[in-house]
């Protein structure tokens, strides 16, 4: 008898949640056509779930949330499982844009075509894979990407410092680095160790990567590599290593990174989107048509590098 | 004589020295949780005011809000308490009330104990691969508050069986001994003095379900959204998601408003709890009269 009302309370309880929710809701979309009407002959309706790598999330969030301002019937939701955490649903069907801060791998455009979900692929951004030490470190002014392929390389016996220069000091290396799940790690290993995924074991590892300048920052003898966007927010922190690809030592700057003399640690960044959806969904083609124009301009503000204007033409050409 | 004085001394000792120890071990957990709470109140000032509670998601640290999480959270977590309590109780009440003792009934009770130890994200996959894929529901509430409800259904038995295992067998025979059914002894006299340790279970069970980031991830809330869900079968995010989308963004000032985020959903764990509570008291008292 007692627990009858306490299953009515809770229940009242919930649905009183959900009045509130539905009413607000409703409100919302009233002014939503209220607003949209003005300016837009037909208005754009539909749920657009992106998902994918957690690098390229704040690409994302920044576009989806420009994009709800004009369109706000369009329902957007941004997820951040990972690169390919995002490609698992995107092939399910259950997102039709999938973040991606590597290329598609082999086995994924196997399950692509199991699945039958046809994609193309754009490219929004560029990210420089930053090299960091601590600011107390005065040796290091800049490293080869041999220098580096030996510290990181999975049968490195580099320890100290010395072992990379031998004028460096007699110091441990502490190293940090993304997790192995992230598109970073996948991306790095494979431009320095030759090898997606092939490292040395003894390292550092973090998903988060403020947990990444934490480390790097409290720790004399640190070195990691994590993306451009997190040193921008933490230049007094932490202190950029040059990087000598062959010519001479290039710092990543906005520029380096984009015209490519930042190499070969400068990286683009995907977008892969359902190709059904783009052909028969107008909301859909809307926002990767105003994730190429409008929302190119939003990538600087979030620390990442544009694309040259080009090469954002070329991917629009690819719609048609 | 003196032999017995030594000997009171040295006990009386031991015995203050103990009392520092445990008081010692009190302080300690005290000072840590305050540290916690202070660190994060302080952040959260000028962070938590009602623009962050009546804002969605946003790139900008100062335009950025929590209303599509304070929703998503009740939305789940209420879905979820619905779900969970009859199902919780039901299974309690069979393994205390109904059950044979034999080996089905063991085998039952070890698989349950051992649930309840199984890692978090473990539920998120289950809850991907059978609610969101297989059941077709999608990336929904439903979802959402399904996995929640395998998640803390072991919590919640245990919780249950606990409390219907310390109702005194003699309330039991007397309320046979007037003629009761088995049924009618299991509503009318063990469930009513069972209720405050379920319902203390309960709290628990759910306090665990409030702040569980992992596994929402898997069955795919998302971290950023453009709107308020409005049914069970819509997208969600919930507060701990949106907690950890903020600690994990270079902008410094993000970590205020992942702060302000914080004191919110202890607000609303606090909330939560406190209707609990209410209605256990509410129980406790009626069953003494």
Redesign the interface.
């Known amino acids: 008898m007692n627990l009858k009302k306490v299953l009515v309370l809770i229940l009242a309880f919930t649905m009183m949640i959900g009045a509130v929710a539905c009413g607000k809701n409703e409100t919302a979309a009233g002014d939503a056509n209220a607003a949209t009407g003005e300016n837009k002959a037909v208005e754009l309706t539909g749920t657009i779930s992106i998902d994918g790598s957690s690098t390229v999330f704040p690409i994302a969030e920044a576009i989806a949330e420009e994009f709800m301002k004009e369109n706000k019937s369009v329902k957007i939701t941004v997820g951040f499982s990972g690169t390919g955490g995002g490609f698992e649903k995107f092939f399910a069907g259950e997102t039709i844009m999938s973040n991606a801060s590597r290329h598609i791998k082999d086995k994924e455009i196997a399950k692509a075509k199991e699945a039958g979900v046809e994609y193309i692929e754009l490219s929004v951004a560029y990210d420089g894979l930053s090299v960091l030490v601590n600011p107390a470190n005065t040796w290091v002014d800049y490293l080869t990407v041999d220098e580096l392929k030996k510290i990181w390389a999975p049968d490195s016996t580099v320890k100290t410092w010395k072992d990379v220069r031998a004028e460096w000091p007699a110091e441990e290396i502490k190293l940090y680095a993304p997790g192995t799940d992230s598109g970073t790690f996948d991306y790095f290993t494979e431009a320095i160790n030759g090898k997606s995924g092939a490292i040395r074991p003894d390292f550092t590892a973090s998903e988060d990567d403020n947990v990444l300048v934490q480390g790097i920052a409290g720790d004399k003898n640190s070195l990691g590599f994590f993306g451009f966007a997190y040193y921008m927010e933490n230049k007094d922190k932490l202190k950029i290593v040059k990087i000598d690809g062959g010519k001479g030592p290039v710092e990543p700057t906005f520029e380096t990174i984009e015209n490519g003399t930042y190499s070969p640690l400068s990286r683009p960044m995907f977008v892969y989107v359902n190709k059904k959806a783009l052909a028969e969904r107008p909301e859909v083609k809307a926002y990767v048509e105003y994730m190429l124009t409008v929302g190119k301009e939003l990538v600087p503000e979030v620390g990442y590098v544009k694309l040259p204007e080009a090469q954002y033409k070329e991917e629009l050409n690819k719609l048609k | 004589m003196s032999i017995n004085t030594t000997n009171m001394k040295s006990r009386k000792l031991k015995s203050q020295i103990f009392y520092a120890i445990i008081l010692i071990c009190t302080l300690t957990t005290i000072a840590v949780l305050a540290a916690l709470l202070i660190s994060v109140f302080s952040k959260s000032i000028g962070w938590l005011n009602w623009n962050f509670l009546s804002s969605l998601?946003?790139?900008f640290p100062a335009k950025s809000g929590i209303k599509a999480g304070i929703?998503g959270t009740?939305?789940v977590i209420?879905?979820t308490?619905?779900i969970s309590?009859?199902l919780g109780?039901g299974a309690a009440i069979y393994l205390e009330e109904y059950s044979k003792k034999g080996w089905l009934k063991e085998l039952i009770q070890i698989n349950i104990s051992n649930l309840a130890g199984v890692p978090s994200i473990i539920y998120g996959m289950l809850g991907l691969a059978v609610f969101?894929?297989q059941w077709g529901f999608?990336?929904s509430i439903l979802s959402g508050a399904l996995t929640m409800t395998i998640l803390i259904l072991p919590v919640l038995i245990v919780a249950a069986q606990e409390a219907i295992r310390s109702v005194p067998s003699s309330m039991r025979h007397g309320s046979y001994a007037l003629g009761a059914t088995q049924w009618q002894t299991i509503?009318?006299v063990v469930?009513?003095y069972a209720?405050s340790g379920i319902?203390t279970g309960t709290i628990l069970a759910i306090a665990r379900a409030i702040g569980e980031t992992a596994p929402m991830?898997?069955v795919?809330?998302?971290?950023?959204?453009?709107?308020?869900?409005?049914?069970i079968m819509d997208?969600f995010?919930t507060i701990p998601l949106q907690i950890y989308?903020w600690?994990?963004?270079?902008?410094?000032e993000f970590q205020n408003v992942a702060a302000a985020g914080i004191v919110v959903l202890l607000a609303v764990l606090l909330l939560i709890n406190s209707?609990a509570i209410i209605?256990r008291n509410k129980?406790q008292d009626?069953v003494k009269s």
């Not at chain 2, 600690?247 to 410094?252: H, Y």
Request: no cysteine.
């Open positions: 998601p946003s790139r929703l009740l939305w209420g879905l308490a619905i309590f009859p109780i969101v894929r999608g990336r509503t009318g469930l009513p209720s319902l991830i898997m795919g809330a998302a971290a950023f959204i453009s709107f308020v869900p409005g049914g997208s995010t989308s600690t994990g963004k270079p902008q410094a209707i209605l129980y009626r």
